[in-house]
């Protein structure tokens, strides 16, 4: 495996990103299907935990591309998970539009076209990072998308408008939301609806699919918040891993 970060400097910012690619010998990218992740992270930046899910798949033959969310007002951001590290994320967040999002999104798949030939771009998101997974799932260039608690997608879009989760219609490939039933900032009644869009969109769960954890909390994906469960995480990888494997 080899991680490194790199500037893709030819989009509406610069994005300083997170690059883990698998390697034999040098440089070369392990032969197999030619896939990619982009890994889309929490308020928190591209800190030290989004770079290792980034270097966690590498290590099982996919590169990864992470991403930061807030180029426009930090854009080096890596913070810890204290209750002022929270207030800080939260402030760029309410900063970010969905227009942005999708403009740096376009401007880092065109990178990774660039480095591989047509690969089949799965979109990886957690907390408002899987928010924003959500609305990059309307980009024809994503065949599929991992939205881990995504919390305000049934209430809220960023910058404003109709919620995130009236998006699906324009969803064109595959779409898992993960969420867990201890989640404060998911309440049942989010789910519910975040389920319910789903099945209206999707009755067979061909292609979308909404998979509730009972217990887990919000950031249960992170080794380390206090909220990490370890079954809840496991139970997360091995979908996503699987879904390379299809």
């Known amino acids: 495996m080899k991680s490194e970060w790199i ?15 698998p ?23 591209v800190n030290n935990w ?22 426009r007002t930090a854009p080096e951001l890596e913070l810890g998970y204290s209750e002022d590290n929270l207030i800080e994320g939260r402030r760029h967040k309410d900063s970010t539009s969905m227009e942005q999002i999708l403009t740096d999104t376009c401007t880092a798949i065109g990178w990774l076209n660039k480095q591989l030939d047509q690969p089949q771009i799965t ?25 881990f608690y995504g919390a305000g997608v049934s209430k809220t879009r960023p910058g404003g408008g109709a919620p995130s989760l009236e998006l699906l219609p324009q969803v064109s490939g595959r779409l898992t939301c993960l969420c867990g039933t201890a989640d404060p900032l998911i309440p049942t009644s989010d789910r519910q609806t975040i389920q319910a869009a789903l099945h209206m969109q999707d009755p067979d769960e061909e292609r ?14 992170c080794e380390e918040r206090e909220s990490f469960a370890a079954e809840a995480s496991a139970l997360g990888w091995r979908l996503l891993l699987e879904s390379f494997e299809r």
């Open 123 to 147: 979109v990886i998101g957690f907390c408002f990072g899987g928010h924003a997974a959500l609305i990059t799932a309307t980009m024809t260039e994503v065949s599929e998308t991992f939205n």
């Open 208 to 221: 979308l699919r909404y998979v509730e954890i009972n217990g887990a909390e919000h950031g249960f994906m």
């Open 50 to 71: 989004v770079r290792s899910v980034a270097d966690r798949l590498a290590t099982r033959g996919i590169p990864a591309l992470a991403m930061p969310l807030f180029s």
């Open 23 to 45: 390697s034999q010998g040098r440089d070369e990218i392990v032969e197999g299907p030619n896939r990619v992740a982009l890994v889309l992270p929490e308020i928190f930046g």
């Open 7 to 21: 500037v893709i400097k030819e989009g509406a910012v610069p994005l300083r990103c997170w690059w883990s690619k």
